[in-house]
C-alpha cells in the first residue's frame, strides 16, 4: 500500500508513512518494521471499511439505487462517482458520519484486540 501506520506499544506514538507524500520533519524508527514493539494499524480494507461499508451503507439508506452502485464499483474512480451519487440523493453528510462511527468502531475493537488502551478525546485533539 502507498500509506502505512504503526503504533509503539511503549510510547503509543504512531508513525505514518507514505510513499506518494513523505514527512521529513518526523523521524520514523530504523527498527519500525522488524521490531515486536510496534504494530501496524491495518488498512481500512482489511477492517471491512472499504467497498462492504459502502453497500452496508447503500442497503440501509439508499436500498434502490444498490444495482447503480454495483455497477459505479465495476469501474475506476468509483468513490468519486459513489460521492456524486450521495449528493445527488443529499445523503453526502449522513454517509460521512456512517464511515466515521464504522472507522470508529473498528478502530476501537482492534486496539482492544490488541490491548491497546485508548484515551478519550486524544484523536480529535491531535488533528
Keep these: 500500500m502507498e500509506h502505512r501506520a504503526y503504533v509503539s506499544l511503549d510510547s503509543g506514538k504512531i508513525y ?12 520514523i ?4 518494521e522488524t521490531a515486536d514493539r510496534y504494530l501496524e ?3 481500512k480494507h ?19 439505487q444498490c444495482n447503480r452502485v454495483s455497477d459505479i464499483f465495476r469501474h475506476r474512480g468509483a468513490y468519486g462517482r ?15 458520519a456512517f464511515e ?17 488502551q485508548l484515551v478519550e478525546g486524544e484523536a480529535q485533539q491531535s488533528t
Design 100 to 116: 466515521a462511527e464504522a472507522t470508529e468502531q473498528a478502530l476501537t475493537a482492534w486496539c482492544r484486540a490488541n490491548d491497546i
Design 46 to 64: 482489511d477492517m471491512d471499511l472499504g467497498q462492504r461499508l459502502v453497500f452496508r451503507f447503500v442497503e440501509a439508506r439508499l436500498p434502490h
Design 16 to 27: 505514518w508513512m507514505s510513499e506518494l507524500n513523505p514527512i521529513e520533519e518526523e523521524e
Design 29 to 32: 524508527p530504523d527498527d519500525l
Design 82 to 96: 459513489f460521492k456524486e451519487l450521495l449528493a445527488t440523493e443529499g445523503c453526502l453528510d449522513e454517509w460521512y
Design 41 to 43: 494499524i491495518p488498512h
